[in-house]
């Protein structure tokens, strides 16, 4: 350890970024040399819920880097005026349109600035780039900043992730009872967020980010799916094994921690399964989370 590094601080809750409000975890001790990687993260908008929720159900404990986990939009602090009957009800209204894309489209939009300020904030590695963890809908977010390119991210990790809108769509006509009317606007959105599809956009640059999914066994079989299908697109891509990884935990349904989630909670064991995967996978891969030595 660094003797002359200050000491860390506590976790950080309760404030914004950009606007979006944030729990900030720092690493066990302080990182020896500098400043320390930065992973960031977004939570399902299924239990848990809330940033707080996230970050004690996933909470990478074992990974020498400071973890920031972000608020989703209409969640938590800024869940609408309606609460969670106003999401079902746009859910149900237009699945596409006014569910699915103005929440991950948000969530995306402002990362760049969220981060920004984080770095401003905290003691980590400002020049390089940073690992994204998703959980469900938040899942679709870190793939998206993984394709669009607007924040630099070194490795990612995707635990029971909507990796194809369509597939989300599947899901809540089955708990509808209805067909979703696609249109025209609905299916590019669609097309947007097929990150089977666009694996080639996750794969694009030199070096390309290594992807984990995480996928519990007694998830959703679609989304199950989904999650092999994009592994097996990525190292279509790559003759190295260890850019794509698929992990299926025994006994994990759909949420990582006990309904509502809305509150910080003991740590699931199928939750602790998941967290054990997320964390080795970004301790092996941290040396893509620093500074590149010409930097």
């Not at 200050?6 to 729990?23: D, H, I, K, Q, Y």
């Not at 669009?148 to 635990?159: D, I, L, S």
């Not at 640059?205 to 092999?228: E, I, N, Q, T």
Request: charged content about 20%; hydrophobic content about 45%.
């Amino acid at each position: 350890m660094n003797a002359t590094q200050p000491p860390l601080p506590e976790a950080v809750t309760g404030r914004t970024a950009a606007g979006v409000p944030f729990a900030a975890l720092p690493p066990a001790a302080p990182y020896p040399g500098g400043p320390a990687p930065l992973i960031v993260t977004w939570h399902m908008m299924d239990a848990p819920a809330t940033e707080t929720a996230f970050a004690a159900a996933l909470p990478l404990r074992g990974v020498p880097a400071w973890r920031v986990h972000l608020g989703m939009p209409w969640c938590g602090a800024r869940a609408l005026p309606g609460g969670n009957g106003e999401v079902v009800e746009r859910a149900r209204r237009d699945t596409v349109r006014a569910y699915l894309e103005p929440v991950v489209g948000q969530a995306v939009a402002e990362a760049p600035a969220a981060l920004d300020e984080i770095r401003e904030r905290f003691p980590v590695a400002a020049d390089a780039p940073v690992g994204v963890v998703g959980g469900s809908l938040g899942g679709a977010v870190a793939l998206r900043v993984m394709t669009e390119g607007r924040v630099r991210v070194g490795a990612g990790a995707v635990v029971n992730g909507a990796v194809r809108v369509r597939s989300v769509v599947g899901l809540i006509e089955g708990v509808t009872g209805r067909a979703y009317p696609w249109t025209d606007a609905s299916r590019a959105v669609a097309d947007r967020h097929d990150f089977v599809a666009r694996a080639g956009d996750i794969a694009r640059g030199a070096p390309w980010p290594p992807l984990l999914m995480v996928s519990g066994d007694d998830d959703f079989p679609g989304l199950r799916k989904d999650a092999a299908d994009l592994v097996a697109a990525l190292r279509g891509l790559s003759v190295e094994e260890d850019h794509a990884r698929l992990v299926t935990v025994p006994g994990l349904a759909h949420p990582l921690a006990e309904q509502p989630g809305t509150a910080p909670a003991p740590q699931l064991p199928a939750a602790r399964v998941v967290d054990e995967a997320v964390t080795a996978w970004f301790t092996h891969h941290l040396h893509r989370l620093l500074p590149s030595p010409t930097a």
